[in-house]
């Protein structure tokens, strides 16, 4: 997951900027879909955590070459967040103590001026070598174990008590107390009447990211003609054969299908991630849904972005270019053909050859684990 997470962030990079990799983590959307695409359960709370310790590992250990950085994380390590960005204002020039100052000042809105009832457990606080910033940080609920996102983004902050988010994504559950809502301005110059006068606050802006009960992925939670399109590009023969040309790769059909949703986890518009289910059809998920996770072609996905991104530091850009292109290619199958994808089918099929690519779970780990220690026990 590191490896994959910072290859697709660092083609984001190349193609279109440090700030435009703040704007993607900053929309829940396109965030569910990465961490899909990486290979995590599409709709898990496990996702946020994977994802950022993830691109921690992986970005900082590039911050000469992309010029960004993550700092905080779960736990104790979101409390060494104000000291992380202390340390980084003394390598970069810039003013680590305001930065500390955010990242305490973000943390606090969501623990206690949105009282929804959700206790922060993760900060991560993703800054640039210009100072620009992303905050993405997590919350549980005691009561029923269900997770709730917090998403800033310093581009979008013009005030920070008055919607100050770019989203906050759960399930509603009613009403809150929410003190950072613009139409709390009398309510926060008078706060005795807040417990009279409670605030009612749709979460988020106009888009909302509601995650079901159910752990599976179905048909419903997906977009069937985009995944349709990107099933056509990758198993139809004329398609597969053009799609591997603009890789400039010979490239089998199972490799093209998990390239063609990274290249649009790169390439795609923020309207193309409202269905992050259709992501895990790239590497499936760790629990085993939609199916598990294919480690051979997991590795092969990564290893034609390492070499476009390898070419791209030389000025060879064909590569690199070619993964917009196969997104151009996908967008154009879907609008022209509107291709609609046998689900059922596509998960048998999935299920089918996963012996064959390598497919894993983490409950494979658990037997391996389980069989290890009845032999110890009959040993000893």
Same mark, same amino acid.
């Given at each position: 997951?590191?490896?994959?997470?910072?290859?697709?962030?660092?083609?984001?990079?190349?193609?279109?900027?440090?700030?435009?990799?703040?704007?993607?983590?900053?929309? %829940?959307?396109?965030?569910?879909?990465?961490?899909?695409?990486?290979?995590?359960?599409?709709?898990?709370?496990?996702?946020?955590?994977?994802?950022?310790?993830?691109?921690?590992?992986?970005?900082? +250990?590039?911050f000469a070459d992309?010029?960004?950085?993550?700092? &905080?994380?779960?736990?104790?390590?979101?409390?060494?967040?104000?000291?992380?960005?202390?340390?980084?204002?003394?390598?970069? &020039?810039?003013? &680590?103590?305001?930065?500390?100052?955010?990242?305490?000042?973000?943390?606090r809105i969501d623990?206690?001026?949105?009282? !929804?009832?959700?206790?922060?457990?993760?900060?991560?606080?993703?800054?640039?070598? +210009?100072?620009?910033?992303?905050?993405?940080?997590?919350?549980?609920?005691?009561?029923?174990?269900?997770?709730?996102?917090?998403?800033?983004?310093?581009?979008?902050?013009?005030?920070?008590?008055?919607?100050?988010?770019?989203?906050?994504?759960?399930?509603?559950?009613?009403?809150?107390?929410?003190?950072?809502?613009?139409?709390?301005?009398?309510?926060?110059?008078?706060?005795?009447?807040?417990?009279?006068?409670?605030?009612?606050?749709?979460?988020?802006?106009?888009?909302?990211?509601?995650? %079901?009960?159910?752990?599976?992925?179905?048909?419903?939670?997906?977009?069937?003609?985009?995944?349709?399109?990107?099933?056509? =590009?990758?198993?139809?023969?004329?398609?597969?054969?053009?799609?591997?040309?603009?890789?400039?790769? &010979?490239?089998?059909?199972?490799?093209?299908?998990?390239?063609a949703l990274i290249?649009?986890?790169?390439?795609?518009?923020?309207?193309?991630?409202?269905?992050?289910?259709?992501? +895990?059809?790239?590497?499936?998920?760790?629990?085993?849904? %939609?199916?598990?996770?294919?480690?051979?072609?997991?590795?092969?996905?990564?290893?034609?972005?390492?070499?476009?991104? !390898?070419?791209?530091?030389?000025?060879?850009?064909?590569?690199?270019?070619?993964?917009?292109?196969?997104?151009?290619?996908?967008?154009?199958?879907? =609008?022209?053909?509107? %291709?609609?994808?046998?689900?059922?089918?596509?998960?048998?099929?999935?299920?089918?050859?996963?012996?064959?690519?390598?497919?894993?779970?983490?409950?494979?780990?658990?037997?391996?684990?389980?069989?290890?220690?009845?032999?110890?026990?009959?040993?000893?």
């Amino acid at each position: 997951m590191t490896e994959l997470g910072t290859a697709i962030s660092e083609h984001i990079v190349i193609e279109y900027g440090v700030s435009e990799l703040l704007t993607r983590l900053s929309d %829940p959307f396109w965030f569910q879909a990465f961490g899909a695409v990486m290979g995590m359960d599409w709709h898990s709370s496990g996702i946020t955590t994977s994802v950022m310790g993830a691109l921690k590992r992986g970005l900082n +250990s590039r911050f000469a070459d992309l010029g960004i950085m993550v700092c &905080g994380g779960r736990g104790r390590h979101s409390v060494r967040t104000p000291d992380e960005l202390r340390c980084f204002g003394m390598k970069t &020039g810039i003013d &680590g103590e305001a930065l500390a100052r955010t990242s305490r000042l973000t943390a606090r809105i969501d623990n206690n001026a949105v009282a !929804d009832g959700f206790q922060l457990y993760l900060h991560s606080f993703v800054v640039t070598k +210009s100072g620009d910033w992303a905050v993405i940080q997590q919350g549980m609920s005691q009561e029923n174990h269900t997770a709730r996102r917090y998403h800033w983004h310093s581009a979008m902050v013009r005030d920070f008590v008055s919607n100050p988010h770019t989203a906050i994504l759960g399930k509603p559950q009613g009403e809150i107390l929410n003190l950072v809502d613009a139409r709390a301005s009398i309510a926060r110059d008078v706060l005795l009447s807040i417990t009279r006068d409670p605030i009612e606050r749709s979460l988020g802006d106009a888009r909302k990211l509601t995650m %079901p009960a159910h752990h599976d992925v179905r048909a419903k939670d997906v977009d069937l003609k985009r995944l349709g399109a990107v099933l056509a =590009v990758a198993h139809e023969q004329d398609l597969r054969d053009f799609a591997s040309f603009l890789l400039v790769e &010979g490239l089998g059909p199972r490799t093209l299908q998990s390239l063609a949703l990274i290249a649009e986890v790169v390439h795609g518009a923020p309207s193309r991630f409202s269905d992050p289910a259709r992501f +895990s059809f790239a590497h499936g998920g760790k629990d085993g849904h %939609p199916f598990p996770v294919p480690l051979k072609t997991y590795d092969e996905s990564l290893a034609v972005l390492r070499r476009s991104l !390898d070419a791209a530091r030389l000025n060879y850009t064909e590569k690199i270019e070619g993964f917009k292109r196969l997104d151009d290619l996908t967008r154009t199958i879907e =609008v022209k053909r509107q %291709p609609l994808a046998d689900f059922d089918a596509a998960i048998q099929h999935e299920r089918r050859i996963s012996s064959s690519i390598g497919g894993r779970t983490v409950f494979d780990d658990r037997v391996k684990k389980q069989k290890v220690a009845s032999i110890q026990r009959s040993l000893f």
